[in-house]
Every structure is written in C-alpha cells, then in structure tokens.
C-alpha cells in the first residue's frame, strides 16, 4: 500500500518514517514540509540515511491524494481539517495525528483549541483510535483520530475498571503523568531547551491541558456516565517516555488479587503487558508496548494504577501504525513487533 506523511520532519513523522521502513507492505510514497520542500529527507532526519531515498515537497492536499492511498496526518491542529474531508470523499484512508479530530463535540473543541471546528459533520464519523478499545471501529473506518500521548497512558489502564463498573463516580480520578521532552515537539522553545529541563523536574498547564477533554470524553463513553478527572503532566528530563501514576476511587473494596484480575481484560493484547511492581519507563523506549501495574491503597477503595508507554510511539506513530494494520486487516503487530531499546 502507497503512503503518504504530511508534516514528515517533526518527531512523530520521524518515528512514523522508523517504524513503516520494517513494514512489510508499505511504501513511503510521499512526505511532506513546509519549512524543508526541496531538501532530501535526510538531510532533515539524517537517523534515515540509506532508509529512505525521499524528497520533502510541500503540502499539496491534491498530490497526497493522487500518490497515496493512505495518509498520515502530522500536523499541527486546524492545518488539514479541509483536507482531510477531501481526502476521505476521494475515498482515502486518513490517520490524524494532530487534535483535529479526537473531541466528538464541535463546542468542547473550541472551547480548548481556541477556533471553530470546520468539519462537524466529519466529526461524527471520525473513530477514536484507541486500537485495543475501539478495534472492531476502526476495522472499517475512512477517518481515525489517532489519541493524545498522555491520554493513551491514562486510558488503557482505566479502560478495564470502567467495563467491571468498579470507580466510585461521585469521586474524581486523580491523574499525575510525566512525559519526556520529545512530547513538547521537535520546535525549541526557552522552557524545552537542555539547560533548562536537565536536573529539573516541573508541572505545566495544570488543571488546563488540551488532553483533559479528551481524558473526560472518554472515560464517560466508557462508563456510560461522567465521570470528573484531575491531570496533572509533568516534564522529565529525559527524551522519550511518559509514566502516569492515576488514583483510581472505587466503590466498594477490592483486594489486590480481584485488581490484578481486572486487567486480565487485556489478556491476549499484543502490545498490553501487565507487569508485576511498577512500570519502568526503561523497558518500553522505542516499542509500542503498554506496561501496567496495579496497586491496593491500604483502604482497599483506591486502586493505584501506574502505566508506561513510548510517547512517540504507543503514545503517536507507533498506536497510528496498529490503527492502520487493523484498518486493513493485517497482522497487527506489522512493523511493530521488535522490542524496545536496551539500555
């Protein structure tokens, strides 16, 4: 299959570019950049010398459609909601990375993206791609919302806690992540640059980031009612990774047997590893593995759940790639079964 990477040069389009050259039935046909068209593809990424013989071109929605039959969309939020209609009428598979599509309601988004939403319609027929949730959905999407970096590391250990109806909805859920620079994006900015993240360690946007929405959507689709959330990101002086702690209320006691079993919902699930302890960040670097670890708070009415994920990876390229797979009824693990790096 012919793929196409708009917006190829930041972080996610370089891991996209990573993981497809191991994928056995894909060709890279086109990738694009606004600031870099001309230029060779390794020149920019030069991690890719000898992988992709490419040239950056600039964004023309009517090439990608003519080149492609999928898309990959990384770019930034409201740049392709045009696009992404014409290229899903021309009857084109799209994965959108960027925010564009995630939030079902047209008001909530922009409430926290600070525009209108000009594609509602589409909207509705977006599939949210939280492959091991939504899977039987994106089967036989046009049009996938790939997830957040940090919603992905807060939802799939919730998910299954929500099917078991175990969370006290009349408490909030208390979520505390740390994510590694590359979730900040490829641009340098005064709070991002090394002197300024190394030996550090600092929340942002608390109480306010963009993912929240997205966190409370889901949970509430998933429980069937709304349930509050508190989220907390953090900045790790590290480069990639993200490791979320959620304090999860329940309402009734559970003991750390019945917890443990709760996340046998995942049983079978290729890239869901539960792991006995606490998650290390060290073990899922480079791999589109979910690690989750489940604790009983002393009371037995609070399950600590801690998950790690490859931002860059399960957390953006690596989760668009199993979308993609399941989209075309191929083995899910193509492109994505190596292990991550070590040390």
């Given at each position: 299959m012919k793929v196409a990477i708009a917006g190829a040069t930041g972080y996610t389009g370089g891991e996209l570019l990573r993981l497809l050259s191991q994928h056995p039935n894909i060709e890279v046909v086109s990738v694009t950049s606004e600031q870099s068209a001309g230029e060779p593809l390794a020149r920019r990424l030069p991690f890719l010398r000898g992988v992709h013989d490419l040239t950056l071109e600039a964004f023309d929605p009517e090439t990608l459609a003519e080149k492609a039959d999928l898309i990959f969309v990384a770019l930034s939020h409201t740049q392709a909601m045009a696009p992404v209609r014409k290229w899903v009428e021309a009857g084109k598979r799209v994965i959108d990375l960027s925010a564009d599509y995630r939030l079902r309601s047209p008001a909530l988004y922009e409430k926290w993206y600070g525009a209108p939403h000009r594609e509602p319609e589409l909207l509705k027929s977006a599939v949210y791609g939280l492959t091991e949730i939504y899977r039987k959905k994106i089967a036989h999407a046009r049009l996938i919302a790939n997830p957040g970096c940090y919603p992905t590391s807060a939802l799939l250990p919730i998910y299954p806690f929500l099917k078991e109806g175990v969370i006290d909805s009349t408490r909030e859920v208390i979520i505390d992540a740390k994510s590694g620079v590359s979730g900040a994006g490829r641009t340098?900015?005064?709070?991002?640059?090394?002197?300024?993240?190394?030996?550090?360690?600092?929340?942002?946007?608390?109480?306010?980031?963009?993912?929240?929405?997205?966190?409370?959507?889901?949970?509430?689709?998933?429980?069937?009612?709304?349930?509050?959330?508190?989220?907390?990101?953090?900045?790790?002086?590290?480069?990639?990774?993200?490791?979320?702690?959620?304090?999860?209320?329940?309402?009734?006691?559970?003991?750390?047997?019945?917890?443990?079993?709760?996340?046998?919902?995942?049983?079978?699930?290729?890239?869901?590893?539960?792991?006995?302890?606490?998650?290390?960040?060290?073990?899922?670097?480079?791999?589109?593995?979910?690690?989750?670890?489940?604790?009983a708070a002393s009371s037995g009415r609070t399950a600590i759940l801690i998950s790690a994920i490859d931002n860059l990876v399960k957390g953006a390229a690596g989760q668009a790639i199993q979308n993609m797979n399941v989209m075309m009824g191929w083995d899910e693990r193509l492109g994505l079964s190596a292990p991550g790096f070590f040390p």
């Open positions: 340098p900015t005064a709070k991002t640059h090394f002197a300024e993240v190394n030996e550090g360690m600092t929340a942002y946007n608390v109480g306010v980031h963009r993912h929240l929405p997205e966190i409370e959507q889901e949970i509430a689709r998933g429980a069937g009612k709304k349930i509050k959330a508190i989220f907390t990101p953090y900045l790790l002086p590290v480069n990639r990774g993200i490791l979320t702690t959620i304090y999860l209320p329940l309402n009734r006691v559970l003991s750390q047997k019945k917890l443990e079993s709760i996340l046998d919902f995942y049983q079978g699930e290729p890239f869901i590893r539960k792991v006995d302890g606490a998650p290390n960040l060290a073990y899922v670097r480079g791999s589109n593995f979910c690690d989750i670890g489940v604790f």
